[in-house]
């Protein structure tokens, strides 16, 4: 079964810190997708990224980077000079036998809540 | 541009009665899925539907829970004789077609059964 870990259940930085938030997932298809979602104390889910197994390229989206490391099964995320606004709680995803069905289901970590004090 | 939207925000019943849950997808999607988020705990899918079709209920509890999405009108996931373990935040998501594309989410409906 595919399986998703975030192993950091909360951290708590100070602003203009680096954080990284990890994501180790477990999964037998050879295609597969990766996202991060962020979900504000508003509740609602935010799209952060989306990557594919073939793309092991790391992404930076201004002060927002990932990781994928395909060796360690990991999919981090770095926010550097971290901001209050930041603060929610991030999840990461993977997707699940997209080519055997044709659609994907995400399966879920558990989320690592990130506070962030001025 | 519409994102997904989702009502009711907020839903509070009793136990035993029922609960409906409305999904309207973005516009142009006609894929939609259905996640239940127990308190602090991930999302667990539930369901995927096309209109008019159910594709995967795998992660759907077999008993009182039921999902649907006609050729008109939002998805609707239902809750019959709701108990106090059915208390979460259920989200729906939309894709504009199968496979691997962004799953757009709504805002929620947080369901407490008192």
């Known amino acids: 079964a595919q399986k998703v870990t975030q192993a950091q259940t909360e951290i708590s930085v100070v602003e203009k810190e680096d954080v990284t938030l990890d994501c180790v997932y477990e999964t037998r298809d050879t295609t597969y997708y990766l996202f991060w979602y962020k979900q504000p104390p508003s509740g609602e889910l935010v799209f952060l990224i989306r990557r594919n197994s073939f793309d092991e390229q790391n992404e930076i989206s201004g002060r927002y980077s990932w990781n994928f490391q395909k060796s360690t099964s990991s999919f981090n995320f770095t926010i550097t000079a971290s901001q209050v606004v930041d603060s929610a709680v991030y999840f990461c995803?993977?997707?699940?036998?997209?080519?055997?069905?044709?659609?994907?289901?995400?399966?879920f970590g558990t989320g690592t809540r990130l506070l962030v004090s001025p | 541009n519409a994102g997904v939207m989702q009502n009711p925000r907020h839903l509070v019943r009793r136990r035993g009665q029922e609960a409906r849950l409305r999904c309207s997808p973005m516009k142009g999607h006609s894929h939609v899925y259905w996640y239940r988020q127990l308190p602090e705990e991930g999302l667990k899918f539930m369901v995927y539907?096309?209109?008019?079709?159910?594709?995967?209920e795998s992660g759907m509890p077999k008993e009182r829970f039921s999902a649907e999405f006609p050729k008109e009108g939002p998805s609707i996931l239902r809750i019959q004789q709701v108990v106090r373990g059915d208390s979460a935040a259920y989200f729906c998501?939309?894709?504009?077609?199968?496979?691997?594309?962004?799953?757009?989410f709504g805002p929620g409906t947080r369901l407490t059964v008192t």
């Open positions: 539907l096309q209109k008019e079709n159910i594709i995967d």
């Open positions: 998501a939309s894709s504009p077609l199968a496979g691997p594309y962004e799953q757009y």
């Open positions: 995803a993977l997707s699940e036998g997209v080519l055997n069905t044709g659609f994907q289901k995400l399966v």
